[in-house]
Each structure stands twice: as structure tokens, then as C-alpha cells.
């Protein structure tokens, strides 16, 4: 199908002048998208231009090719797709919440589950997910998102972020301290790794922030400290940008986070925003998941990966 355009006005609020490389003059929002009713995981793959992106309780995924400009089905169910990011030889990685599991859809279309378990306990529903450099796996397992006909306890005493290593499949519990571990992405050297935790969902005057870590040797983490924190409890997904900014959803559109934890400016749309990434030719769309639609906007910096 031959998507049709909505354009908004200019969505740009600044709120400090360090948000001004980020505005581009004249730039409107366009709304790719809508007819969904939670959209999440958007992920751009380069080579095809393609945008895919999860439509969680609709079970499928949907797929926006750049160049052709249609919109597709692209796999239906999706168990659940959540959070999706791309490897490095160019294939999808997925978090599917009801089959609680990682996926790899491999260059013929089929499916490789890469971890379903951790000794021995299966996943609570992975979520959202990124990929280092060094080609290791990194997810957030939160306490969100049953399959519509599940039945039984969870498995897991706590909600984590691990790390898979694809070559050897070995899985490492890298937190132990969130309540819901959300969203996550790395600096733009790797040498830190900021995850939201958004517990308030699920406990009384619970976490809604989101926290820093250094990584060191061999992927540790130390530290932890609170990066930022939202009023309006809004955290979920986030990306960063090349000069270390991170730009997170929000209830009003997308807030923008100086690398020093102040906000700096933000995006305005008429829906929540669960999650984003960038893409483009020059990495500079920013392209928004956000509740019933997908959004994009020209902006005046690029994205990491």
C-alpha cells in the first residue's frame, strides 16, 4: 500500500541553546503511518531502506520501504514483537514478548532463536535491544507484555538486562538492581550504557529514570548513576546521536538530553512516543514510534550505529 501523507507544523522546542544544532529551518513533521494501536522497536536497515517496526497488540510487523514509499505487512503474527535492532551482517533481531525469546531472521526469511532462557527460566517478555561493536547482544527483560492467551507464574525472581554473546551463546546477567529495565542504547565510543528504568508502573513512588554506566573490561558495568529523571514518568525508548545527545519518547513527543543529563530541547506530536531511531540516507531522519503512528522528522544531527 502507497502510504498517505499528514504533514504538522514546525515541532521544535528549544529549551536551551545547545538544542539549536539540532533544529533544521523549516522542517515539518511527517506522519508516515497510523491505523496501529501500540507501535514500538523501530529499526533502519541502510542498505534497503527499509523502517520496520512492531504493532504489538495487532501481533505483526510492519515494514515502510524509503525509496518506493509503500507500507507493507512484513510478518504476521510477530509473537509479540517488541524492541528490533539489525546485526552486523545486516539481519534482523528481535524481542518477542509472547514467545518470550530472542529472535534472528536469518537471509532466507527463516527464524533463529537465539535465547529463550536463563539457567534455565524462561525470559519474563524482552524488550527493547541493542548491538555492540563487538557484535554482543544487549537486552532489557521487564515484567510487560503476556501473550493474550497466557497462562502460569513467571519464571523469573526479578526483571534484568543480559547480554548474549551470538557466536558462542553465552548469556550473562549484566544488572541486578532494576525494577523494570526499558529502554537502553551506548555512547557513541561504547564506553557507557545508559538503560531507563520504569518501575513506577508496577511499584508505589517506584523509579522512573534513566541511569548511566560505565562499561570497562570485558563488558562490566560499575556505576549506575541517575542520568535523568521525568515528572511525568514518561521514559521508555531511547537512541543517541553522534555527539552523545540522547532522545528519548515521551507523553508530548521526544525530549532531548544534553550528555551532561539536561534537557534541552524537545519534538511535539500529537501522540506518546514508546520508542525511535534514526534513519535516512544521512542518518539524520528521526523516526518515531508513537502509540497509533510513525512519524518522521528532519533533523540537524545524526544518529550512532
Known amino acids: 500500500m502507497v502510504k498517505s501523507l499528514t504533514v504538522l507544523n514546525s515541532p521544535f522546542i528549544s529549551l536551551d541553546p545547545r538544542f539549536d544544532a539540532c533544529i533544521v529551518a523549516g522542517a515539518t513533521v511527517e506522519k508516515i503511518w497510523g491505523g496501529g494501536i501500540w507501535t514500538e522497536g523501530p529499526v533502519w536497515f541502510p542498505v534497503t531502506g527499509d523502517l520496520l517496526w512492531s504493532d504489538i497488540p495487532n501481533n505483526r510487523m510492519m515494514r515502510w520501504r524509503y525509496g518506493a514509499d509503500t507500507i507493507t505487512v512484513f510478518r504476521q503474527p510477530s509473537r509479540g514483537a517488541n524492541g528490533n535492532t539489525v546485526d552486523h551482517e545486516g539481519r534482523l533481531v528481535t524481542c518477542e514478548q509472547y514467545s ?62 543480559y547480554r548474549l554473546d ?10 541486578d538492581d532494576f525494577v523494570m529495565p526499558n529502554g537502553l542504547a551506548f555512547s557513541p565510543d561504547e564506553t557507557l550504557l545508559y538503560i531507563a528504568d520504569t518501575g513506577s508502573t508496577h511499584v508505589a513512588d517506584g523509579p522512573n529514570h534513566i541511569r548511566c554506566f560505565r562499561v570497562g573490561y570485558n563488558d562490566t558495568l560499575s556505576g549506575g548513576e541517575v542520568f ?9 525508548g531511547f537512541r543517541l546521536d553522534t555527539a552523545g545527545r540522547l532522545w528519548t519518547g515521551s507523553r508530548s513527543g521526544v525530549d532531548c538530553y544534553d550528555p551532561s543529563g539536561d534537557k534541552i530541547g524537545s519534538i511535539a506530536l500529537p501522540e506518546r512516543v514508546g520508542n525511535l531511531t534514526f534513519g535516512g540516507t544521512g542518518k539524520n531522519d528521526l523516526l518515531m514510534c508513537a502509540t497509533t503512528s510513525v512519524y518522521r522528522v528532519l533533523v540537524g544531527v545524526a544518529g550512532t550505529g
Not at 551470538?166 to 544488572?175: H, K
Request: with cysteine; glycine share 10%.
Open 100 to 161: 518470550r525469546r530472542i529472535t534472528r531472521t536469518e537471509g532466507d526469511g527463516t527464524l533463529s532463536v537465539l535465547a529463550d532462557r536463563f539457567e534455565g527460566k524462561r525470559f519474563n517478555a524482552p524488550n527493547d535491544i541493542v548491538i555492540k561493536s563487538d557484535g554482543s547482544i544487549w537486552f532489557t527483560d521487564p515484567d510487560y507484555g503476556s501473550a493474550p492467551d497466557y497462562e502460569g507464574e513467571r519464571e523469573m525472581t526479578g526483571c534484568h538486562v
Open 228 to 236: 535523568a529523571t521525568d515528572p511525568r514518568r514518561s521514559f521508555d
Open 166 to 175: 551470538p557466536s558462542t551463546g553465552a548469556l550473562r546477567q549484566m544488572t
